[in-house]
Nanobody, 118 residues
Framework: QVQLVESGGGLVQAGGSLRLSCAAS????????MGWFRQAPGKEREFVAS????????TYADSVKGRFTISRDNAKNSVFLQMNNLKPEDTAVYYC???????????WGQGTQVTVSS
């Protein structure tokens, strides 16, 4: 019912910046919040950041606080992740996800690769 498509991944040098985009389509009426997750090779998927649609309340993982910024454009049904001062540890596949107010993240995008070189 909800489709999510990420874009903006790529290869950057440590200390560089990258901006990820997530376009949502379909039945987004019940979407309460959008989030970004990432998964590095051989590791578990981890939470990065989230934002609520109504109030724009943001939440960040400690590892990215001060470096990453999540934002939204309600009119365009889009969510963004501005990543600054990237570190090699940020290398992962980044996924966009959506959830209803009650329940876990349910809808997921296909992911976009972010690679940070030393």
């Amino acid at each position: 019912q909800v489709q999510l498509v990420e874009s903006g991944g790529g290869l950057v040098q440590a200390g560089g910046s990258l901006r990820l985009s997530c376009a949502a389509s379909g039945r987004t009426f019940n979407v309460y919040a959008m989030g970004w997750f990432r998964q590095a090779p051989g590791k578990e998927r981890e939470f990065v950041a989230s934002i609520t649609w109504s109030r724009g309340t943001t939440t960040y993982a400690d590892s990215v606080k001060g470096r990453f910024t999540i934002s939204r454009d309600n009119a365009k049904n889009s969510v963004f992740l501005q990543m600054n001062n990237l570190k090699p540890e940020d290398t992962a596949v980044y996924y966009c996800a959506a959830k209803r107010q009650s329940g876990p993240y349910y809808y997921w995008g296909q992911g976009t690769q972010v690679t940070v070189s030393s």
